[in-house]
């Protein structure tokens, strides 16, 4: 079994979005996949309503994921951490509790943009139209982890 995390800042918009596409492009046999934010504002809530409709506009539904925040067992938990934008990198790799932990967090849009370090936008405060560019960003992303975790197994 491989161990995916996605983390965002409140997990409630751009790692939810992330956990159901990866989710709906593995299989549960193979791949366990979650989400988590690097704050605690939202723990125990379901996803906003905005990142809930747009997955479901393409057949996903998040609507049963919660809320939580990451932990420094998470280290131990996944194989592989993907965080949405390099502020959600900082905070991550500050709780890493040695370096092999540090080596499985990643930028999610590196898998696409290699190398460029380039943030998800929060599309949070954005109107809905954030939240259709989001996903698609992630998508593309989701799809490129899909093909790397395929050729490595």
Known sequence: MINILMVCLGNICRSPLAEGILRNK???EKYYIDSAGTAGYHIGKQPDDRSIKVAK???IDISNQKCRQF???DFENFDHIYVMDMSN???VIALAPND???QKVLLILNEIFPNDNVDV???YYG???GF?????MLDKSCAAIVLKLKQNS
């Open 26 to 28: 593995l299989t549960s």
């Open 57 to 59: 506009k393409y057949s």
């Open 71 to 73: 932990t420094v067992a």
């Open 89 to 91: 990198y900082k905070n």
């Open 100 to 102: 092999k932990a540090k």
């Open 121 to 123: 936008p929060d599309p």
């Open 127 to 129: 109107g809905d139209d």
């Open 132 to 136: 259709e560019k989001v996903f698609k």
